[in-house]
């Protein structure tokens, strides 16, 4: 077994893997070492392994690498073994490793789902709060958790989407900071930068809060859905999370007999006195009906 | 009237549209750029309300002061609901700050019908046109689109709007007289006609202005009538021949308060609901006509889905040999998807397809094996009578409502 080092990023991981791949070592004789542990590649390797005139670098298809690239942001113990396995398949001309009906490439698969959701979860489930116009730093600031590590690729996402506003996401583990022109990604993720994300001043969620309680339909309660679609691990960051289980037995005690939002359900109504008889609104400027 | 009571009121009042897709877009960025505002042609959901419904965009009514009185409608104006009005202004500081939060990708506005028809589209038009101009909004917005509005104020909004969409609101004219009398089918179908030629325009033209790029879609009212799932189909069929709709949303009627008596008040219909979308997707994304789903009068089963009913009903196509079929017969086996399909068909062009490989596909076996032939697999049910079948794969009756 030999033990290949190097640094834990998917470049370190790529260069290590081409060099394996040229000395013909097979899968099984590999154990990955991404700490950043600062052995050589071939430190336990016996010598005939190291000597062996290495080969001209097969030819990988490029979709192959971006496919690697990405399913290596999946979190798992052994991220790097099932990767190298499908390399030195499709290296061996076994092109079946790379589909999802494979034994192996189920499993890549699999991951690289895993790994676009969390990315797609961070497009959407990312809250931001926006700092006092006063204060130095970024105008809008986020605390994210996610299940991968996502935030890197993930996150120019923001810099089309904001503009010229600058930005911030901190996670437990890596930051990034858009400055309005550039990003910046940190691993790990600078004190500065959490506490500024965890602690935001700001005083302006009433408005989305009253927004979701009242767009939420409680005659089709749905707990399910609701779980499936926006997991509850997010619910703790999301201004809306609280909100979630009082709706909830909101409509369970009653509130489930009719469509209509507590808030506006408590109150007074207004019908419209409207002559029909007179002419139908129906096109041009039928009726000046100024009703406000 | 603080801006919070009218939020709550407005987006109570505009929540029985179901659409609230922001997808289908052409790809737009804000990098380097004032204003703001992205799409991508992909929509997201940025939150999911307790109903399991997404929210994606701002989804309010301008105002739900109505002169129309719609029977299944909240606003109705014989209605006894609380009304409100925002300002254009009030709409785009909304959308601003709840698109700068990242709660929502764009905005969804409809209104209650005041004055005329042609006012009402004007005001719509308006808050769209300020927030493209004045402030520079690069992400969604889908404009409800008063049926009766001039064909000119129609174009206008398709300049600003990605998506335009006109309601059809019941199945059938019938209903519509009972239900909606301000309403005419003539000129809802007028309007989904002036969209449909906007879009023709702007994708023959190369210098046509640009015209809701997101294309138009329209909501059916499901249970606030007696109409059937076989006339839901054909309508929604012909909607989608016609006028080229990207989509027919399905609205299980809610129960409003103070329901007049023409209207149900029961639990919506949320299983049937779920069947129209599911028999809707087999058109747009499997090649199913309306008249292969359900051929005579009638509604679709509630404990099979539409396909494996379609299966059951055709058995002298199945079973299907994966090793030899062509995709699309792939695709109507129960329990394997487009996505499966293509893949099988990847799959088999490197080695044969085994039995183990729908395993690992995540097919819904249980669906697909009276209906497969592998290398390895023959069904035992292939002779099995569709009706023994059919309770073996039956959902168990699922309870939806708690009244």
């Known amino acids: 077994m030999h033990s290949a080092h190097f640094d834990g990023s998917f470049a370190g991981w790529r260069e290590a893997a ?66 190298y396995r499908v390399l030195w398949r499709v290296a061996q001309g076994d092109r079946a490793a ?22 797609h979860h961070l497009h959407a489930f990312v809250r931001f709060h926006p700092r006092p116009e006063t204060v130095e730093g970024p105008q809008l600031v986020a605390w994210h958790e996610p299940a991968h590590d996502i935030l890197h690729s993930a996150s120019e996402h923001f810099a089309e989407r904001l503009g010229r506003s600058t930005w911030l996401i901190a996670t437990p583990d890596d930051g990034i900071y858009w400055d309005g022109r550039h990003l910046h990604y940190q691993r790990p993720c600078p004190d500065e930068w959490q506490r500024l994300a965890q602690t935001p001043e700001d005083d302006g969620q009433a408005l989305w809060l009253a927004y979701y309680g009242s767009t939420f339909n409680p005659a089709r309660l749905n707990r399910s859905a609701l779980e499936n679609s926006l997991p509850v691990r997010f619910w703790k960051n999301l201004p809306e999370g609280p909100l979630i289980p009082q709706l909830m037995s909101q409509a369970r005690a009653g509130a489930q007999r009719d469509g209509q939002a507590t808030a506006v359900a408590q109150q007074a109504g207004k019908s419209i006195r409207y002559n029909v008889a007179k002419k139908p609104p129906i096109s041009g400027n039928a009726d000046p009906a100024p009703h406000h | 009237m603080q801006l919070i009571e009218k939020l709550t009121v407005l987006a109570d009042a505009a929540k029985y549209d179901a659409s609230c897709a922001s997808s289908g877009a052409p790809t737009r960025s804000s990098k380097g750029k004032s204003g703001i505002g992205s799409t991508s042609g992909m929509g997201i959901c940025h939150s999911f309300t307790p109903d399991g419904r997404c929210v994606a965009l701002l989804k309010i009514l301008l105002t739900n002061f109505c002169l129309y009185d719609c029977q299944y409608c909240v606003n109705r104006r014989s209605s006894d609901v609380p009304r409100a009005r925002f300002t254009p202004e009030e709409v785009v ?87 909606a009398p301000e309403k005419q089918l003539r000129t809802i179908k007028q309007a989904m006609h002036s969209i449909h030629l906007g879009e023709s325009e702007a994708r023959v033209e190369v210098r046509a202005p640009r015209f809701a790029p997101a294309g138009q879609s329209t909501q059916m009212i499901i249970g606030a009538d007696a109409t059937d799932d076989s006339t839901i189909l054909h309508t929604a069929a012909s909607l989608y021949d016609n006028y080229r709709l990207r989509r027919v949303y399905y609205s299980a009627f809610s129960p409003i308060p103070q329901s007049p008596n023409t209207v149900p008040f029961e639990a919506p219909p949320l299983l049937r609901e779920h069947r129209l979308y599911q028999a809707d997707f087999l058109m747009r994304g499997y090649g199913f006509e309306a008249s292969e789903l359900l051929s005579g009068p009638g509604n679709l089963a509630l404990d099979i889905d539409p396909k494996l009913a379609w299966a059951l009903n055709n058995r002298e196509h199945f079973p299907v040999d994966l090793n030899r079929a062509e995709p699309a017969m792939i695709a109507r086996v129960p329990g394997i998807g487009v996505l499966s399909a293509k893949r099988l068909v990847a799959l088999r062009r490197q080695r044969r397809i085994r039995f183990e490989d729908l395993t690992r596909l995540r097919c819904a076996l249980e669906k697909a094996k009276p209906f497969i032939v592998t290398q390895d697999y023959r069904p035992l049910q292939a002779s099995r009578e569709s009706l023994l079948l059919r309770q073996q794969l039956s959902e168990a009756p699922a309870q939806m409502a708690l009244w």
């Open chain 1, 98 to 119: 790379m589909l999802p009906g494979d034994i192996d490439g189920s499993q890549l698969h699999k991951r690289l789902k895993a790994v676009r959701r969390e990315a």
């Open chain 1, 18 to 83: 081409r060099t394996l791949l040229c000395h013909g070592l097979a899968p099984h004789q590999v154990n990955w070492r991404g700490d950043g542990d600062s052995g050589g590649l071939f430190d336990q390797a016996p010598s005939p392994v190291n000597t062996q005139p290495a080969a001209e670098p097969p030819r990988i298809p490029r979709q192959l690498l971006e496919l690697l690239q990405s399913a290596a942001c999946f979190r798992v113990e052994d991220r790097w073994s099932l990767l």
């Open chain 2, 93 to 179: 500081t909304l959308t601003i700050d709840f698109y700068k939060r990242n709660c929502i990708s764009g905005l969804f506005l409809s209104s209650g019908i005041i004055r005329s028809a042609d006012y009402t589209m004007e005001q719509l038009i308006r808050v769209a046109k300020l927030l493209r101009e004045e402030h520079e909004f690069r992400g969604y917005i889908h404009l409800k689109t008063i049926p009766d509005a001039d064909p000119l104020l129609i174009a206008e909004a398709g300049r600003y709007a990605d998506r335009l969409s006109v309601n059809i609101e019941l199945p059938t004219e019938a209903s519509l007289i009972r239900l």
